[in-house]
């Protein structure tokens, strides 16, 4: 019974952070697309500008909700609900903290520990493509439909290679479950990351989970330039919202996932020397501070690459895709293959 | 032909060589020159608050002078009007009757004034035009409104006012064609 409700209050809680993450990082993405160019970006809403997500919630909630004529709209309404909900049922499967002794049994900072989590992961993933996918397709507008088959082809061509190079890193793991594959990556030193063991293997999945996420340089579904909003053209207030709040969850979530895969989750240095000296809970606190730091590292790095890097062509994208990294993620799986050989 | 500037480069099709080819060298260039912007001064002035500091050659709002004892230089010439290239200024003039010497400099004055703000293209020829030296053009911008006649500035707006709070300085105000921009 106490189980079920520490799990519960976990969901909330976890919840409840994606948002105010995803909400923040809308907030953070204009103050570093603002400091990268000079500028200091919003900063009227409070001080430094700390209540624009709020201001721009409400503005969002305040606009006129357009449902176009021609529209499916049952499936219209579908598509940013999928979108927002496969963005947040990511999050189940991530270890936030190492496991905790409450209540005499042991609980892990975790919703779900399933011994299939990266699968889930990649599964929900792939879901996500359907709320673009629908939404685009239900609007009945060419520029739409252009961005969601734009989106779904690129998700497809990079989940591909994608899975490849997680395939590799479950290769040194032997699991599919995602706390032990963190906690195999404590090492001797807290510092046994994968990104050491597997750094083609990193690259490769960060550049698809910029593609996964529909992120700058590989934001054609939403190419404004071509396509006036892309998938979400016909969309307009909270609907629009969705689907916005949802890359910014999505993202926060890819880089839970990269933070967990290849920097060692919520192992750091030193891990043995401060879990002898601490109490239970601080430890754990202090772990999953420092898991949120690195995910927000991470975060931090996809806006740093978007007001860094333009976008690319389709076929560019496509060739990246299918004849770089795909080629290169079977090569990397093959050299794991060989060292975990000679190993044995 | 020889180039003059120096800045143009010659086009090469040469292939590119692998560390080009793989992006990520550029790309690791091009995060570096950003996060070096992420940690510049930023140049943002908070306009409303803080305003920049305009050249004495800038050209604003125009504002008819008093002279130190609080008249009106204005003596209604119309060499503002006739030399105004956008025929943004009229004016009507009237004769300075007994008693009212404390108010007006000479005779001769404008009664009403009035500089349509939409017409005027702030060539500051008024001020070059001016034998009387009433009006001048300071660094204010003629504010935002709703409708046209609003940008029709009447005399009671332009004027400044007798006290010495309500002055306007225009000491530091410089005529004309700035040095070196010709």
Not at chain 2, 20 to 45: D, M, N, S
Request: with cysteine; proline share 4%; hydrophobic share 45%.
């Amino acid at each position: 019974m106490e189980l079920i409700l520490f799990k519960v209050g976990l969901v909330v809680v976890l919840f409840l952070i994606s948002l105010l993450i995803a909400a923040y990082s809308t907030y953070a993405e204009r103050k570093v697309a603002a400091f990268m160019q000079d500028r200091i970006g919003p900063n009227r809403a409070g001080p430094i500008g700390i209540l624009q997500p709020l201001a721009d919630g409400l503005k969002m909630f305040m606009k006129e909700d357009i449902i176009p004529q021609n529209a499916n709209r049952f499936l219209f309404i579908l598509g940013p609900a999928i979108s927002m909900a496969t963005a947040l049922m990511t999050s189940a499967v991530i270890p936030w903290g190492p496991d905790l002794n409450l209540f005499g049994t042991t609980v892990s900072l975790q919703v779900a520990d399933i011994n299939i989590g990266i699968l889930y992961i990649m599964g929900v993933l792939s879901l996500g493509v359907y709320g673009i996918m629908i939404g685009g397709w239900a609007s009945n507008n060419k520029y739409s439909i252009l961005g969601s088959i734009r989106a779904s082809t690129q998700m497809i061509s990079y989940e591909l290679a994608m899975g490849m190079s997680i395939v590799a890193v479950i290769m040194t793991t032997g699991s599919l479950s995602i706390s032990q594959m963190v906690s195999s990556q404590e090492g001797s030193f807290g510092m046994g990351w994968n990104v050491f063991y597997q750094p083609l293997g990193f690259l490769i999945f960060l550049v698809c989970a910029f593609a996964e996420t529909n992120r700058t340089p590989f934001d054609l579904p939403e190419c404004e330039t071509e396509l006036v909003g892309g998938y979400h053209t016909e969309y307009s207030s909270m609907k629009l919202g969705f689907y916005l709040f949802s890359e910014y969850v999505n993202m926060f979530i890819s880089s839970a996932i990269i933070a967990s895969l290849f920097f060692g989750g919520y192992n750091f240095p030193y891990m043995q020397v401060v879990q002898e000296n601490t109490s239970q809970i601080l430890f754990a606190v202090i772990c999953t501070g420092v898991f949120l730091a690195k995910i927000l590292f991470f975060v931090f790095f996809f806006m740093w690459v978007r007001w860094t890097i333009p976008r690319f062509r389709f076929d560019q994208l496509m060739d990246l895709g299918w004849k770089v990294l795909l080629p290169l993620s079977i090569l990397n799986m093959l050299i794991t293959g060989f060292f975990i050989l000679l190993n044995n | 032909m020889q180039s003059l500037t120096n800045r143009s480069k010659v086009v090469s099709n040469k292939t590119m060589s692998w560390s080009e080819r793989i992006y990520l060298p550029a790309i690791l260039a091009g995060l570096r020159i950003t996060l070096a912007h992420f940690f510049k001064k930023k140049v943002t002035i908070q306009y409303p608050e803080q305003t920049k500091d305009h050249g004495p050659y800038f050209r604003g709002v125009h504002v008819l002078k008093r002279d130190d004892q609080g008249r009106e230089n204005c003596t209604a010439c119309g060499l503002c009007a006739l030399s105004c290239p956008a025929e943004a200024i009229t004016m009507v003039a009237a004769e300075r009757k007994p008693g009212e010497e404390h108010l007006y400099r000479e005779e001769k004055y404008a009664i009403e004034y009035e500089i349509n703000m939409l017409r005027c293209i702030f060539c500051g020829f008024c001020e070059e035009a001016c034998p009387k030296d009433a009006i001048y053009l300071t660094d204010l911008l003629p504010t935002s409104n709703y409708t046209r006649k609003k940008f029709v500035y009447t005399k009671d707006m332009l004027l400044e006012g007798i006290a010495p709070e309500d002055r306007r300085d225009v000491s530091k105000r410089r005529k004309g064609i700035r040095e070196g921009a010709m």
